[in-house]
């Protein structure tokens, strides 16, 4: 049993993941003063689902955790208190550690105990002073009743012959739907009669815990008053003895004991009694804008009612299609190639053909390629959180927005971009955003905007991090730059300037602010986003803000390439690192002794180096004159490679050739070509260090 | 770089499989020059004629380079070079042995190809305490049928040891 359970845990893992990245959006969206019911029961499924999991698994930490949450976000849910600021912070730390424990479960990581206990001691806290906050019971048993008059349907929900156990147990879950009533039915088996705002499908979803699905008859019915305050499996057949009229005469009754004048409660609806209720908790709220609700809550509510229709498939296997695939296309490419030399009239019908496969390859790669892109929703989701807690840490107003969510990623990329994205998000409200009494003096609003969007340029995808604050401070680098002895003049133009803040060891935080504690700098950043062979720039103007501009390739599977020739061989360059080709004349080329030999490019002397001497291939040529020169940049350095020809420019699919052989210095991966050859792609950055 | 791990302990596995297999182990058996080696038929994915490679620049003459089996890079050793036995041409009858080794795929030049025999554990003698081509580190033991006698080679251990080149071996 052990053996066959251990394999579920790893669905358990995925899914509690997902439901807690699902609770923290949701937490996050959550309009304090308006909070609404979708969203809060939303929450409570996710930390149920969680609970039900753990407890399945026999993961008690983590439905400990989890009972306490849930009881809280039942109260709130009840309306029995309004949900406040303080709420939302607790849950997002018992989000937190439910995400320590998981990871504890999952990699063995350290689980910090006291932590545990603090949240749990927290969420009780909290639960318990509902007690003094909530609403008298007098106030209770309205909301109860109109809570009642909410319900759209009633449902009758007969079981197959099971246990009282398990009856109590489907009474319990089936209560959080709604309100319940229980029936004896003729043959010793049981019905329910639930009225509830869910839908079928969500009853039966939660009695297939216990039960076959297909056992279970579900009828709607006339809306059934049940009496309030029943709790089912208390009592069996409790719903026979139907005393609606004693339980309102007692509900009565407790109006007079009510400290509240019960005029208070009688001249008013129960509506407004809530709303005065929960607008006199509002009260001492502290209302923070850590995030645009408004924007947000909209576009999230949209997502959340899409149901969501996906298979979880390891990686390996797409990548196996997509290698798969890119097979095919050599095939195809191949059979193009050897039909193009028959004559057209005769072989009519065979052309036609391979033109048609040629389109059913193209369609069949892009839908291929296609399964490996990510929304950029995925990397941005977990920004607002970040924000929110960064903001409220230095005191600081910030207001999130995310354009272009949808934009899609490669997974590789999307994955790698994570890390310098969020040391952009964090230097822009860390450096960028001013404290509120300096936006105020400057005319500003007091709360900054952080604006993270995600486009589609060409071929390119463009992420840009952009802030209102004060923007980069010229003289200041400038000096710094002085400071640390790199090439600067005065009359820089601006964007070479901004680009200096990207030098190793040139600390931002001693340049703009003293505020520091964070892993990378910004080289850091840099080298991550050119090994991903994007580019970026910066936009910065004094007091109106930063922006940061991202380029990256859509994905890291193809690249466009040089391909060249030296000797006999073939190797590609990445496009991307190509300037210009040229052919020298003598006079350009000048040996320094001991140095290798430079070549004289428009007023600038570069380092030549010979592709047939770095890998030892017997060249065409031996004088650079007699072949062709390629100005090479990555990374702002500049060298010309001496080889044979150039033989094309093309899109070629990028092999990993560690995956078989260790890594070969020089080279950064392989290709297969046209006629199932490979070809070796060259690293330029390796080569320009050599 | 999982893979390597397991690679220290291969010594333990195969005793294992011979110890434990009533049934005796199958082996394919190559030949170089003019001896005849055996290597665990398991780890042998296809055996292919051999096709034009890309050299890998500043590699060991031995790593011929690398082909494209199906869509992956695969690098190509002759092992007659490594070995200095039998000649080195390459024409119609050279064949490649592709081998799967720890989730790596590796193909390998050998003079030719005999066939696949099964040997019982007793047929299996340990190697003698002498200098062979192998560094008997890499030999499982010798294999005896009637009049043949097969190396046994611990192929794993072979190709991802130092020697060989052909993993990265960041640890040492």
């Known amino acids: 049993m052990a053996i066959e359970m251990s394999q579920f845990y790893q669905v358990f893992f995925d899914e509690a993941e997902e439901l807690l990245a699902e609770m923290e959006k949701l937490l996050l969206a959550v309009d304090l003063s308006d909070p609404d019911m979708e969203d809060l029961n939303a929450i409570f499924r996710t930390a149920h689902s969680i609970k039900g999991g753990a407890s399945t698994f026999g993961i008690s930490d983590m439905s400990d955790v989890t009972h306490f949450l849930e009881s809280l976000l039942d109260h709130i849910r009840k309306g029995e208190m309004a949900i406040t600021s303080e709420h939302v912070d607790a849950f997002l730390i018992a989000k937190d550690i439910l995400k320590m424990q998981l990871n504890g479960h999952k990699f063995g990581a350290e689980v910090d105990q006291e932590a545990v206990a603090d949240v749990r001691m927290l969420l009780q806290s909290l639960a318990q002073n509902s007690t003094h906050i909530a609403p008298p019971p007098k106030i209770e048993s309205y909301i109860d009743k109109s809570k009642e008059e909410q319900f759209r349907k009633s449902y009758r929900i007969e079981f197959p012959k099971v246990s009282d156990v398990e009856i109590d147990t489907l009474g319990e879950e089936l209560n959080l739907l709604g309100d319940i009533a229980k029936e004896s039915l003729d043959d010793n088996r049981i019905a329910f009669v639930l009225n509830t705002n869910a839908t079928p499908d969500d009853i039966i979803a939660i009695c297939s815990f216990i039960l076959d699905p297909q056992d279970l008859f579900i009828t709607e019915i006339a809306l ?106 050599i095939t195809q490419a191949m059979l193009e190639q050897r039909t193009n030399d028959l004559d057209p009239i005769e072989h009519e019908r065979l052309l036609s053909s391979v033109a048609q496969l040629t389109r059913n390859t193209r369609d069949l790669q892009e839908a291929v390629m296609s399964i490996r892109m990510m929304p950029m929703d995925y990397v941005f989701s977990r920004f607002p959180r970040m924000v929110r ?39 822009s409200i860390d450096h960028g955003i001013e404290m509120p009494d300096a936006r105020r003096a400057e005319g500003k609003y007091e709360a900054g905007r952080l604006s993270l969007s995600a486009a589609h340029q060409g071929g390119n995808i463009v992420i840009e991090v952009s802030d209102d604050g004060g923007g980069l401070n010229r003289e200041k680098i400038l000096a710094k730059a002085f400071e640390s002895g790199l090439p600067v003049t005065e009359n820089m133009p601006d964007a070479e300037v901004w680009q200096l803040i990207f030098a190793p060891g040139f600390s931002t935080a001693e340049v703009v602010t003293d505020v520091s504690g964070r892993g990378v700098g910004m080289d850091v950043v840099k080298r991550n986003i050119t090994n991903m062979g994007g580019v970026v720039d910066i936009r910065s103007a004094r007091g109106f803000g930063t922006t940061i501009v991202i380029s990256l390739p859509l994905t890291l599977a193809i690249l466009d ?71 090479l940049e990555v990374d702002g350095k500049r060298a010309a490679l001496f080889i044979d020809e150039l033989v094309g420019q093309q899109q070629v699919v990028v092999k990993n050739i560690e995956s078989n052989y260790r890594k070969v210095p020089g080279v950064s991966g392989a290709t297969i070509l046209g006629d199932g050859c490979v070809a070796l792609i060259l690293d330029v950055s390796a080569l320009l260090r050599t | 770089m999982l893979q390597f791990s397991q690679t220290d302990s291969p010594a333990s596995t195969h005793g294992a499989k011979s110890g434990s297999d009533a049934d005796g182990s199958e ?38 380079g690398v082909i494209n089996l199906r869509g992956i890079i695969v690098p190509v050793v002759d092992m007659r070079i490594k070995f200095n036995l039998g000649s080195p041409t390459y024409d119609q009858f050279t064949v490649v042995i592709i081998l799967n ?51 046994l080679v611990d192929i794993d251990k072979l190709m991802t040891s130092p020697d060989m080149g052909l993993v990265d071996h960041q640890a040492s």
Do not use: W
């Open chain 1, 561 to 631: 390439g040089m391909s060249i020739r030296v000797g006999e061989e073939v190797y590609i360059l990445p496009l991307s690192c190509v300037v210009e080709s040229l052919q020298p004349v003598p006079d350009d080329i000048k040996v320094i002794s001991g140095k290798g030999t430079v070549i004289k490019v428009r007023e600038e002397y570069l380092p030549l180096i010979a592709l047939h001497q770095v890998f030892g291939i017997e060249p065409k040529f031996t004088d650079p004159c007699l072949g062709i020169i390629v100005i």
């Open chain 1, 224 to 329: 059934k008053k049940i009496p309030p305050k029943e709790k089912s499996g208390d009592e069996p057949g409790y719903g026979l003895f139907d005393t609606p009229h004693e339980q309102d005469e007692d509900k009565l009754g407790y109006g007079f004991f009510d400290p509240i004048d019960p005029a208070f409660a009688l001249d008013r609806s129960p509506e407004e009694i809530m709303k005065g209720v929960a607008k006199k908790l509002d009260k001492d709220v502290s209302h923070h804008v850590a995030g645009a609700h408004d924007d947000k809550g909209a576009g999230k509510k949209e997502g959340s009612n899409q149901e969501s229709t996906t298979i979880r498939v390891g990686i390996e296997k797409v990548d196996q299609m997509i290698n798969l695939i890119g097979e095919l296309v």
């Open chain 1, 389 to 427: 807690d960064l903001a409220s840490k230095l005191g600081k107003k910030v207001e999130f927005i995310t354009y272009g969510a949808s934009t899609e990623l490669d997974k590789g990329l999307i994955e790698r971009i994570v890390d310098p994205l969020t040391h952009l998000v964090r230097n």
């Open chain 2, 101 to 151: 080794i720890n989730t790596r795929i590796v193909g390998m030049v050998v003079d030719s190809v005999s066939d696949v025999t099964t040997l019982m554990p007793d047929q299996i003698k340990p190697p003698p305490e002498m200098d062979t081509t192998f560094n008997s580190d890499y030999l499982i033991g010798l294999g005896t049928i009637d009049e043949r006698m097969l190396i």
């Open chain 2, 27 to 64: 082996f394919l058996a190559f030949t170089l020059g003019r001896e005849e080696y055996g290597i665990d038929i398991l780890k042998v994915q296809e055996i292919r004629g051999y096709e034009a490679v890309t050299r890998i620049a500043n590699a060991p003459v031995f790593v011929k």
